[in-house]
């Protein structure tokens, strides 16, 4: 049996510590889409009816286009901050299902939309462990003593913890989150 995605309705909410997401009535035939950076609200058209499993797979697509609106608006700013004296050649926001970033050896760093779901330090975490992939591609020693760096002595404590996340918001998302580490 495959897993259900949660229903979207009226009440159906996304809140963290970067993003207020939320679905509600309008009064319009079509929906409307209320968006600034870390908030945004969709007003569903009226007499919308929300059993149609034609209308949920509508929704689901609306919520992972919010997402990444939200996601463009706010993850290039934080890296950017994070990355000090650190180069990289471009950030790219992408529907991943498998991991939660990315960082080539052209210093292209590719993120998940779905980051937006984790609290901020988890977020800056998966940043923190992209940009050190600008200076060591591999995760040997140097390159976790080089994350520690950037986090405090934390970067262990904080892949658990982003492990421990990616697979409580699996389960939210029918196993589609990232379950692993970055």
């Known amino acids: 049996m495959l897993p259900v995605r949660p229903r979207i309705d009226y009440d159906f909410r996304i809140e963290t510590d970067l993003l ?3 679905f509600g009535p309008g009064r319009l035939p079509r929906a409307v889409v209320s968006s600034a950076p870390g908030r945004e609200h969709i007003a569903l058209p009226a007499g919308i009816d929300l059993d149609s499993e034609t209308v949920q797979q509508w929704l689901w ?11 463009e608006a706010i993850l290039p700013e934080r890296l950017s901050c994070l990355a000090g004296t650190l180069r990289y050649h471009r950030v790219t926001i992408k ?12 210093g292209n760093i590719n993120l998940s939309l779905w980051l937006m779901l984790a609290p901020s330090h988890l977020v800056d975490y998966v940043l923190c462990h992209e940009l050190t992939h600008l200076r060591e591609m591999n995760h040997g020693p140097r390159f976790w003593a080089l994350l520690d760096e950037m ?18 918001k699996s389960l939210f998302l029918s ?3 990232p379950k692993g580490g970055v």
């Open 20 to 22: 207020l997401l939320t």
């Open 61 to 71: 697509r609306v919520l992972v286009a919010a997402l990444r609106r939200q996601a």
């Open 95 to 106: 529907d991943i299902h498998t991991r939660w970033g990315s960082c080539s050896s052209l």
């Open 151 to 168: 986090t405090g002595g934390r970067a262990r404590q904080l892949e658990r913890e982003m492990r421990h996340f990616g697979h409580e």
């Open 175 to 177: 196993c589609k989150v």
